[in-house]
C-alpha cells in the first residue's frame, strides 16, 4: 500500500487538498489566537503626585473668588474626587477685537476673566497615559470640575509629575 494512492488520497482515506486546507486554517486560528492573548511588558504602571492645570476661560469675578487654595476639587459627573486645588490665577479675558484701521488686536473684555487652577493629584502613570480619578489625562481634554461653590468645564492645559 503506497501512502497516496491514486486518487490523491492520504493513506486511502483522507483527500490530500483537505487535509491541507484544514491544517491552513488551524494553523491561522492558533498564530491569530496567540497574537490576540499575547501579553507584552510594557512597562509597570506606578502611582505618583501630578500637578494638573486647568483653564477655565470667560468667567466673572464670582466665579473666581468661589475657588479656594485647600479645596478638595472633583469630576462633576462622577463625583470621582480628582485632588486639592494648590494655586489659582486669574488674568484678564481677551477676544479679537477689529480696530477702525481695519487691523485684528486682542482686547480684555472688562469684568470677565481666564481662570487657572493647579490641582496637586495622585495619578497612574503608565507607558503610554496618565489615570487620575479613573480618567486618561491629557492637555487639550475638557474635563468636568466642581467644588463646594462652583461647577466648570476646564481645560488641562500642563501636567506635571511631582514626585512618587
Same mark, same amino acid.
Given at each position: 500500500?503506497?501512502?497516496?494512492?491514486?486518487?490523491?488520497?492520504?493513506?486511502? %482515506?483522507?483527500? &490530500?487538498?483537505?487535509?491541507?486546507?484544514?491544517?491552513?486554517?488551524?494553523?491561522?486560528?492558533?498564530?491569530?489566537?496567540?497574537?490576540?492573548?499575547?501579553?507584552?511588558?510594557?512597562?509597570?504602571?506606578?502611582?505618583?503626585?501630578?500637578?494638573?492645570?486647568?483653564?477655565?476661560?470667560?468667567?466673572?469675578?464670582?466665579?473666581?473668588?468661589?475657588?479656594?487654595?485647600?479645596?478638595?476639587?472633583?469630576?462633576?459627573?462622577?463625583?470621582?474626587?480628582?485632588?486639592?486645588?494648590?494655586?489659582?490665577?486669574?488674568?484678564?479675558?481677551?477676544?479679537? &477685537?477689529?480696530?477702525?484701521?481695519?487691523?485684528?488686536?486682542?482686547?480684555?473684555?472688562?469684568? %470677565?476673566?481666564?481662570?487657572?487652577?493647579?490641582?496637586?493629584?495622585?495619578?497612574? &502613570?503608565?507607558?503610554?497615559?496618565?489615570?487620575?480619578?479613573?480618567?486618561?489625562?491629557?492637555?487639550?481634554?475638557?474635563?468636568?470640575?466642581?467644588?463646594?461653590?462652583? %461647577?466648570?468645564?476646564?481645560?488641562?492645559?500642563?501636567?506635571?509629575?511631582?514626585?512618587?
Amino acid at each position: 500500500m503506497s501512502l497516496i494512492d491514486s486518487h490523491g488520497r492520504l493513506l486511502g %482515506r483522507f483527500n &490530500v487538498v483537505n487535509l491541507l486546507v484544514v491544517l491552513a486554517v488551524v494553523v491561522a486560528a492558533a498564530a491569530g489566537t496567540h497574537r490576540l492573548l499575547r501579553v507584552e511588558e510594557q512597562g509597570l504602571a506606578e502611582t505618583r503626585t501630578i500637578l494638573l492645570t486647568f483653564e477655565v476661560a470667560d468667567v466673572r469675578q464670582p466665579s473666581v473668588d468661589a475657588v479656594a487654595v485647600g479645596e478638595n476639587v472633583a469630576g462633576y459627573e462622577s463625583q470621582i474626587p480628582l485632588g486639592v486645588v494648590v494655586e489659582k490665577w486669574a488674568e484678564p479675558h481677551r477676544e479679537p &477685537v477689529a480696530t477702525a484701521a481695519g487691523q485684528i488686536v486682542m482686547a480684555e473684555v472688562p469684568g %470677565r476673566y481666564d481662570l487657572y487652577i493647579v490641582v496637586r493629584a495622585e495619578g497612574v &502613570v503608565g507607558p503610554n497615559a496618565i489615570t487620575v480619578g479613573g480618567r486618561d489625562t491629557k492637555i487639550g481634554i475638557e474635563l468636568p470640575l466642581s467644588g463646594r461653590l462652583f %461647577r466648570f468645564k476646564a481645560t488641562i492645559v500642563g501636567i506635571e509629575e511631582v514626585g512618587g
